[in-house]
């Protein structure tokens, strides 16, 4: 069943994704070479609950970070620890925040220092792919249209997308109907409709689209150890223009 949101409802997400961006645009201030996953984790958690929010994820099935930080190979749901980050590292970041019962669900990869231009690559077209589908969610269009939006994108640029792990909608819950998958034909799944709120987010693989979890039970890796990018904002579904409630100052790729 997918909720749609009354208004009062979507100004509590507002304010729930604007928290979120502000996170984001702090990861992407404090990235560098020599900084640790958990500083990472500290800083953005702080953020978060300055301004009166909680961090979405920590304690969410029992996950022990604020915000999860995945390095390279990893796909997501990296835990915040001792990790230095190295120039030449990627590093995805995703976040959560809860603002009056109401969250908002974002993640970006972010280039340590000087990276490779196939880093570059992978991080600029996971976010296409993320734009891509942005604009197929609106009102009227269906939800796998957005999944063949990004698996359009991405594998036209001789990527693979993980499909073990999805987008979803988002509001009183983080995981909320409908599943958003990454790939699958358009034209399928459930009619859009103005006042929902979904969160898109595609998991773009260098190499092949195979993940596993690490013994820590939560970190998903490439199977070959390739690179891996992730994008993501929660949307507000309108009749034209999506709302992208989680929105931050990103850097130009
Ligand atoms: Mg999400």
Request: with cysteine; aromatic share 6%; hydrophobic share 40%.
């Amino acid at each position: 069943m997918i909720q749609v949101k009354s208004p009062r409802e979507i100004d509590a997400m507002r304010r729930a994704g604007e928290i979120t961006g502000q996170a984001l645009a702090e990861a992407k201030r404090i990235v560098a070479p020599g900084i640790t996953t958990k500083q990472v984790d500290s800083a953005l958690r702080r953020v978060i609950e300055k301004s009166g929010a909680i961090p979405a994820f920590l304690g969410y099935n029992g996950f022990p970070g604020a915000v999860c930080v995945s390095v390279n190979r990893e796909v997501i749901h990296g835990i915040p620890g001792s990790r230095v980050l190295r120039e030449g590292d990627i590093v995805s970041i995703d976040v959560g925040a809860v603002w009056n019962g109401f969250y908002g669900d974002a993640a970006a990869t972010f280039p340590v220092g000087q990276v490779s231009d196939e880093a570059l690559r992978l991080i600029r077209v996971t976010r296409e792919s993320f734009y891509q589908a942005a604009a197929r969610a609106r009102e009227g269009c269906r939800v796998s249209d957005i999944s063949h939006a990004v698996q359009t994108h991405a594998e036209a640029a001789g990527y693979t997308l993980v499909r073990e792990w999805t987008g979803h909608g988002v509001g009183s819950k983080l995981h909320e109907d409908p599943e958003v998958p990454n790939f699958g034909p358009p034209g399928h799944g459930p009619r859009l409709l103005r006042g929902m709120t979904i969160a898109v987010e595609p998991m773009v693989n260098a190499g092949s689209a195979a993940v596993r979890v690490l013994k820590d039970g939560w970190t998903v890796v490439t199977a070959d150890g390739k690179l891996s990018a992730h994008y993501e904002h929660s949307i507000l579904i309108t009749a034209g223009e999506p709302e992208l409630l989680t929105r931050w100052e990103e850097t130009p790729l």
